[in-house]
Structures are given as structure tokens and as C-alpha cells.
């Protein structure tokens, strides 16, 4: 069975930090391209990070978040410093297998979505004082 299991979340005072995992079971993320999405109750999911070969982020996060692999783990991370209130959301990882080398960088990101084929649960990130 393909499976995402994230962990990580919780509370955290904003400014604070937070270290996402994404763990993948019943397939290799070495061959897939891994996303990270947040989503606000009643909005749309958005992507905050993608990456295959390279790495992709949304303009709001340059700077603070980092997505890597850990390919021994088969899990994915999602570093995020410098957290705001508004940043407060439930954070899915996401993944399609690779079958270009330039998905994250050169498919817009408002057309990836309809791609990702796997999904995890979500993991609630609150950034409150």
C-alpha cells in the first residue's frame, strides 16, 4: 500500500520554527517528485514547496522554509523558520513519480496540482502567542 505519513506540527510562538516530515511507505521517493501544501479551513490548498531535481517555492516562504530528503529514511522534510500567525494550517505532503526532469521549475504551479497522485493525512501547524 502507497502511502504519505506526515509529522511534525504543533504549536509554535510565531517567529518560532518547525521541522515537517513527510515518510513515504510501499514506494521509493527517489522516484518521485515530493510537494508540500498548506491549507486554511475554507480556502484552497495551496503549494508552498516542490521539488524534483530542483527545488520550487512559493514567493511567500523563499528564504525561511527548506524542503530536503533524506533518501536512507525515504522521507522528505519541510524546514520552516520565521513562522507567522497566517502561516497557521494544515500541511500535506504530497508526491507523483518523476517522469520529466523539470516538473517543479518549469510546469507552472497552478498546473501541477492536477498531478500529485499521492497524498498524506496532514499535519496542523498553529502559530499563536
Known amino acids: 500500500q502507497l502511502q504519505l505519513v506526515e509529522s511534525g506540527g504543533g504549536l509554535v510562538q510565531p517567529g518560532g520554527s518547525l521541522r515537517l516530515s513527510c515518510v513515504a511507505s510501499g514506494f521509493s521517493l527517489d522516484y518521485y517528485a515530493i510537494g508540500w501544501f498548506r491549507q486554511v479551513q475554507g480556502k484552497e490548498r495551496e503549494e508552498v514547496s516542490c521539488n524534483d531535481n530542483r527545488t520550487d517555492y512559493v514567493d511567500s516562504v523563499k528564504g525561511r522554509f527548506t524542503l530536503s530528503r533524506d533518501n536512507a529514511k525515504n522521507t522528505a522534510n519541510l524546514q520552516m523558520n520565521s513562522l507567522t500567525p497566517e502561516e497557521t494550517a494544515m500541511y500535506y505532503c504530497?508526491?507523483?513519480?518523476?517522469?520529466?526532469?523539470?516538473?517543479?521549475?518549469?510546469?507552472?504551479?497552478?498546473?501541477?496540482?492536477?498531478?500529485?497522485?499521492?497524498w498524506g493525512q496532514g499535519t496542523q501547524v498553529t502559530v499563536s502567542s
Open positions: 504530497a508526491a507523483v513519480r518523476k517522469t520529466r526532469s523539470d516538473f517543479c521549475t518549469e510546469l507552472p504551479r497552478s498546473r501541477r496540482y492536477q498531478y500529485w497522485t499521492h
